[in-house]
């Protein structure tokens, strides 16, 4: 099994800055893409940033400029370094990784959320 573990969601004001963690844990062989979504209340999840294996990145248009995805292989960790954040960031953030297990089957993972709060 593999467990994905967010941290660092928060309350902030508006403009103020934040960095989410996402470890992964388990029966990892390796893992290809990573990414960030969030659910805002009322709303439907969306992709907010992914990741490579390679490091190539992708941002939903609202956040580009702003928001800043990263990962550290060895640890099997993706970051999202978020500045100036806004009120409509507000939302919970989930990881997802498609990981191959040590039984090498690729499979997709959900962590179980951090909520990031940003009022105005």
């Known amino acids: 099994q593999v467990q994905l573990v967010e941290s660092g969601g928060d309350l902030v004001q508006a403009g103020e800055s934040l960095r989410l963690s996402c470890a992964a844990s388990?029966?990892?062989?390796?893992?290809?893409?990573m990414g960030w979504y969030r659910q805002a209340p009322g709303k439907q999840r969306e992709l907010v940033a992914s990741i490579t294996s390679g490091g190539n990145t992708n941002y939903v248009d609202s956040v580009r400029g702003r928001f800043t995805i990263s990962r550290d292989n060895a640890k099997n960790t993706v970051y999202l370094q978020m500045d100036s954040l806004k009120p409509e960031d507000t939302g919970v953030y989930y990881c997802n990784a498609d990981v191959r297990t040590l039984s090498h089957y690729v499979r997709n993972y959900w962590g179980k959320g951090t909520l990031v709060t940003v009022s105005s």
């Open positions: 388990g029966s990892i062989f390796a893992i290809n893409d």
